[in-house]
């Protein structure tokens, strides 16, 4: 199994053949993807907090680090399921002022690339765009995702790990990542 941390120079472009089951895996995957962007974009926060494991971790690393590791350089999110947790229920509340009301957001995911296929685990890349609506300002955030999907039976997934890279020099324009990109 991989670690939760490859560097990019780990990541071998094509790695994954084009066999048909490996396109019949990257439709389901697909599919799963759209679900967790209208979860997203639904503000459904509770339903999306459930399509993760217990062990699971999201990070978002810094914009001037995107292959940084939470152990030893700086991120903007490094949760567990547990923090992920606590998040979810911080957005959710009233009291969270940066989010409510709600932003809308909607997602572009696209490209979608099996990185790595085993009999547990699917690795996978997906570039990104989130437009984000709030206070009369559009802000788009764009990058890449990465993810480790647990299979759980034909066609169904539990993220283990979801990584959001930003490909942006600068989030001035954007203000906080208050928003789960």
Known sequence: MATMLESESERVPFAVPPTEENLLLRASVEQF???ESALLDAW???EWLALFTKDAQYVIPALDCPDANPKRDMV????????LEGRVKRLMGRHQHREYPYSKTRRLMG???LARVDAEEVAVDCPFVVYR????VMAPY????????????EGRFLIR??????????????GAI????
């Open 161 to 174: 790990y979801r990584r959001a890279e930003l490909a942006h020099e600068r989030l001035s324009d954007h």
């Open 76 to 83: 903007y999110v490094d949760d567990d399921y547990a923090h």
């Open 33 to 35: 993807l759209a679900e």
């Open 44 to 46: 459904r926060l509770d």
């Open 133 to 136: 609506a709030r206070d009369e």
């Open 142 to 153: 764009v990058g890449v995702l990465r993810y480790r999907l647990v299979r759980q039976g």
């Open 178 to 181: 208050s928003i789960i990109l």
């Open 111 to 113: 490209l979608v690339r």
